[in-house]
């Protein structure tokens, strides 16, 4: 594993709304292993969401700055492609068509355009719906066109933010699996928000854990399972099951000094 | 959403009525009642369908209700053409820059109050008694429904999809032409079938105001000659617009715009 793809350094960022001013992240430091999978782990409200995509660009900070490969990040990055739990595939596009945004945005030529649009659909298994309306598909293929938008302009970081939040459990497996598959095969860099310990634990080289009020960085912890993980049950694993009890032990034992 | 189970099949099993049985039944039974209204009421206060039915007919074959259809049909498509490619050019601006929205705010605003006949003399003082003085009034009535409606179409673009376009780096004029106006496009078609609602009034008022051509000549004509069926005959064809235009605006959205009511459908 080589040196750090994306360097966070001490970003705060700060909400004024009219209940006063909330402080959502404060002063969070993190590097970015390239071709690392890297999870933020915690409770919601503790700015997960929000460093994930102020790492995009999406989101400004309010102090500190993000390096992308050394520079420093103006605006949304055209290295870094986002997942969004909400998916958000515009109705009024086909599937191919929505995976064709991200390229439309870098000027590529229509034929080009739709080349690539469905080599990334076959790759995530839905070339055979490419002209579908996106309403017509289930949550979960809904989600892989999401992925498949990302991966369209070959992006050399991957920002997943709760994809497979609004999912249900067996398309959620399912998914998961799909996404260490394509991880390993395509040799990118993910960053994967989740509140769900298990998740992070199957897909992670490294675990970052956040806690609320203020939101901010407590720890990162080395998974140290072996690659690929569909092939055993990570779940009645030993080592995950003490890494899943420490990541709850101390969340918990920190809300509860919080409270 | 929650009729219980054996409602539901009470109902189905009830004896099943083609769909528009009902309407039509009442549709009938007013004809029916209005028919027979005719053999106590004085045939210049209100005629009977049978005889605005043959006035029809007779104005079709007289030939003047053709050319006035012809007159007044031209009249407000064009009128209403410039109407919506003007409204909908100068909403989606409006909505997507604050400078051009508070620099003309005042002024759509004090059109969109002003109740429009007001201005018909003033139209005539500018152009004189002409195509030109009606073309103006149709679309100066069509114009700001449809600009305020895409106006709102375009500030109130879902957040998500604008943040799409922004993650994945959609220059400013893709984001308009990809993001802001299709999702507007339900509001947009909202303005376009109150304006062309409004194109029908506008085009008969100025043909009753303005120069005495084509439908509202011949309401005024029939109406001043006491001719009460011919007048109803003449009625019924512009309520025919009305229709007419209304399933025009359904099934411009039915045929390319599928989305909407899908995605309408998928939020409840």
Redesign the interface.
Known sequence: MSGAVIEVRNVSKNYTGRHGAVNALAGVSLEVRAGEFLSLVGPSGCGKTTLLRII?G?TLPSGGDVLFEGRRLEG?S?DM??V?Q?I?L????SVVENVE??L???GMPPEERRRRALETLELVGLRAVAAA?P??LSGGMQQRVGVA?ALA?HPKVLLMDEPFGHLDNFTREVLQIEIAKLWRRLRMTVVFVTHDVDEAIFLSDRIALMQTGPGRLMDVLEVGLPHPRWEFNVRADARAIALRESIIEQLHVLRGVMV | MSVPAAARDAADRSVRLPRNTVPVLAVLIVLGIWQLSGLFLNPILISTPAEVGRELFWLLRWGALELALVESLREMLIGLAAGLSVGIALGVLMGRYMTVEKLLAPFVNFFNATPLVVVIPLLVIWVGISIKARLLFVFLVTLWPVLLNTLAGIKNVQRGYVEVGMAFGLSESQMVRCISIPAAVPYILTGVRISAGLAIIGMIVSEMEVSFVGLGFLLLHFGSAFETGRLMAVIAVASLFGIVNVLAVKWVQARFFPWISAVAAEGQ
């Open positions: 995009d999406i949304v055209r492609a986002f969004f909400d958000n515009l109705p009024w596009r945004i991200g439309l945005a870098r309306p309403y017509a938008r302009i």
